[in-house]
């Protein structure tokens, strides 16, 4: 990385953490465990519209962004400010996966806009990479899951099952080379696994999600709880880079 950049991220409190350094062991591509096929049923309830799943498997990128923010799959429509589809290149290499939109996202319609969508930028320009050049951002669910004391909460297994059809949608369409999970809601949901699976176990084990390689880390928000784990985290995107480029 060059000496300008390290001293943008070195100026935000991002530290030598982001360096390049060299790259950790590559995952065995052959060895990769993929998620089982994710149920194509809406999650059934009160507040579900005709929507469903088979149909929103065959929209295309405008129909679906338009049915997204119109969407009462379930009930996280009734708060919403704005429904947040996701940002960036339609034919990315690289897809960021979130767990939902918070309280500045739903306000202004747009994924990681607060401060942990800044440490998700420096994480991706450590990658040279940028939002919007090479990667799309989106979220497992697209309205913010608020809890009953109006803060931010992670959404509920029926909220995910209800929304997870417009996700498998964008990556259908998208077809990136690498999805990174970002935190363990992102990962259960694209490996299937119950919300109480801890992050720990799932990082550091090659995993792919309808074939393509699926690399697990820690949610920036998180990071930004806990900077010390930043240096994992790196490791972790270093090993998505790999099954991209085969370093
Ligand atoms: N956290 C997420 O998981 N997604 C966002 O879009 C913002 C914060």
């Not at 960021?96 to 440490?119: S, T």
Request: neutral net charge; proline residues 9%; charged residues 25%.
């Amino acid at each position: 990385m060059n000496p300008d950049k390290l001293r943008k991220l070195e100026q935000m409190g991002l530290g030598p953490v982001w360096q390049r350094r060299g790259l950790p062991d590559t995952p065995a591509q052959d060895s990769l465990i993929d998620a089982p096929a994710l149920a194509d049923d809406a999650a059934g309830g009160p507040g579900h519209d005709p929507v469903l799943a088979d149909d929103i498997s065959g929209m295309d990128w405008e129909t679906l962004e338009a049915t997204i923010r119109q969407c009462t799959r379930c009930r996280l429509c009734e708060d919403r400010h704005h429904a947040v589809p996701g940002t960036g290149d339609r034919n990315a290499r690289w897809l960021f996966v979130g767990e939902g939109p918070g309280r500045n996202e739903d306000l202004q319609g747009e994924p990681f806009v607060g401060p942990a969508g800044k440490l998700l930028d420096n994480m991706m320009r450590a990658l040279d990479l940028a939002r919007g050049e090479q990667t799309y951002i989106a979220n497992v669910v697209k309205c913010r899951p608020v809890g009953a004391d109006g803060r931010d909460r992670p959404p509920s297994a029926d909220e995910v099952s209800a929304c997870l059809p417009y996700l498998k949608r964008q990556i259908d369409l998208i077809r990136p080379q690498v999805i990174v999970a970002l935190g363990k809601t992102a990962a259960g949901s694209l490996l299937g696994l119950p919300g109480d699976v801890s992050l720990g176990s799932l990082r550091g084990q090659p995993r792919s999600f309808a074939g393509i390689p699926l690399a697990i880390t820690y949610h920036p928000a998180y990071l930004l709880r806990k900077p010390t784990d930043k240096a994992r985290a790196w490791r972790d995107l270093c090993a998505a880079r790999s099954a991209i480029d085969g370093h």
